[in-house]
C-alpha cells in the first residue's frame, strides 16, 4: 500500500512540474497587439483618442484630449526593454476661449 501512495505522490509531483512548465512556455509567448478608440461628444465637449501598438517587448502609443481651456494635451509614448518607458507631452493652443456650462 505503501508503494502505491509513493507512486502516485510522484506522478502529482511529475505532472505538477510538467504543468508548470507548459504554463511557464505560455507566459513568455511573444505578445503582440493593436488597438484604438475615440470620444467626440459635442454635447459635453468630452474630445479624446487613444491607439497603441505592441510587438514583444516593444510598446508605442498616443493618447489626446481637450482640455478645459481649449487647448489640446498630446502624449506620445513609446517602451522597451533598452530605454524603458518615454514620453513626450504637447500642449497645442487653438486660440479660442473655453466653453463654460
Not at 465637449?45 to 487647448?71: I, M, P
Request: with cysteine; glycine share 6%.
Amino acid at each position: 500500500m505503501f508503494k502505491i501512495l509513493a507512486l502516485v505522490a510522484c506522478l502529482v509531483i511529475v505532472a505538477s512540474a510538467v504543468e508548470y512548465k507548459e504554463h511557464k512556455e505560455e507566459h513568455h509567448s511573444h505578445p503582440k497587439y493593436k488597438f484604438e478608440y475615440g470620444v467626440h461628444d459635442p454635447h459635453t465637449g468630452d474630445h479624446k483618442a487613444h491607439w497603441e501598438h505592441r510587438d514583444g517587448d516593444v510598446v508605442k502609443g498616443q493618447y489626446s484630449l481637450h482640455e478645459a481651456d481649449g487647448s489640446e494635451r498630446i502624449v506620445e509614448y513609446k517602451a522597451d526593454d533598452h530605454n524603458g518607458f518615454e514620453a513626450v507631452v504637447k500642449n497645442v493652443h487653438h486660440g479660442h476661449a473655453p466653453h463654460h456650462y
